[in-house]
T-cell receptor, first 115, second 108 residues
Framework: SAVISQKPSRDICQRGTSLTIQCQVD?????MFWYRQQPGQSLTLIAT?????????ESGFVIDKFPISRPNLTFSTLTVSNMSPEDSSIYLC????????????FGSGTRLTVV | GQNIDQPTEMTATEGAIVQINCTYQ??????LFWYQQHAGEAPTFLSY????GLEEKGRFSSFLSRSKGYSYLLLKELQMKDSASYLC?????????FGAGTRLTVKP
């Protein structure tokens, strides 16, 4: 399975500021996925990041709020912009496992608290 | 739209067997997955079903009925470390979509 290094692991940010989350994969992958997991809830897909093209955002998420970069096949960033307390959540990146199943491997997550 | 439903919480006793059910609706079914998520950690892959029937992997088994839109995860010989949330997820064409998760508490 792929190994994903995600950072920061946690941060406390002031409202109105922005935070960029990074994910580095130890192998080349076509798509990377960004999820949000709010306290006590399941994972919600924010967007799919493809190398060389704009990310595809899910309903309720927009590029101005969550800009994504995908400069190469092993790296992606998600920025949470102009943060408010409602953005407090865990953010996870993931990639598809191309081994003997097609489940997802996740980064360790970024626990964001906006104050 | 796509709905994935599973119980919110379950409690079981160490050494026992527990079955966690999941029902789903999807327009482009391409596999059903179960993940385990311990508190404060990322989800980890447990099992994958794309054809009807039972897949067994050690103490964990997963069952799928595509015609019924139904799956279950069976955990045998429960251990305290099995206390976690169990997420049912469906691959709808290219995207993986998750249920809200079932929080399992294993008691001595």
């Amino acid at each position: 399975s792929a190994v994903i290094s995600q950072k920061p692991s946690r941060d406390i940010c002031q409202r109105g500021t922005s935070l960029t989350i990074q994910c580095q994969v130890d192998s080349q992958v076509t798509m990377m996925f960004w999820y949000r997991q709010q306290p006590g809830q399941s994972l919600t897909l924010i967007a799919t990041a493809n190398q060389g093209s704009e990310a595809t955002y899910e309903s309720g998420f927009v590029i101005d709020k969550f800009p994504i970069s995908r400069p190469n096949l092993t790296f992606s960033t998600l920025t949470v912009s102009n943060m408010s307390p409602e953005d407090s959540s865990i953010y996870l990146c993931s990639v598809e496992d191309r081994g003997d199943h097609y489940g997802y491997t996740f980064g360790s997550g970024t626990r964001l608290t906006v104050v | 739209g796509q709905n994935i439903d599973q119980p919110t919480e379950m409690t079981a006793t160490e050494g026992a067997i527990v079955q966690i059910n999941c029902t789903y609706q999807t327009s482009g079914f391409n596999g059903l997955f179960w993940y385990q998520q311990h508190a404060g950690e990322a989800p980890t892959f447990l099992s994958y079903n794309v054809l009807d029937g039972l897949e067994e992997k050690g103490r964990f088994s997963s069952f799928l009925s595509r015609s019924k839109g139904y799956s279950y995860l069976l955990l045998k010989e429960l251990q305290m470390k099995d206390s976690a949330s169990y997420l049912c997820a469906v691959r709808d064409r290219g995207d993986m979509r998750f249920g809200a998760g079932t929080r399992l508490t294993v008691k001595p």
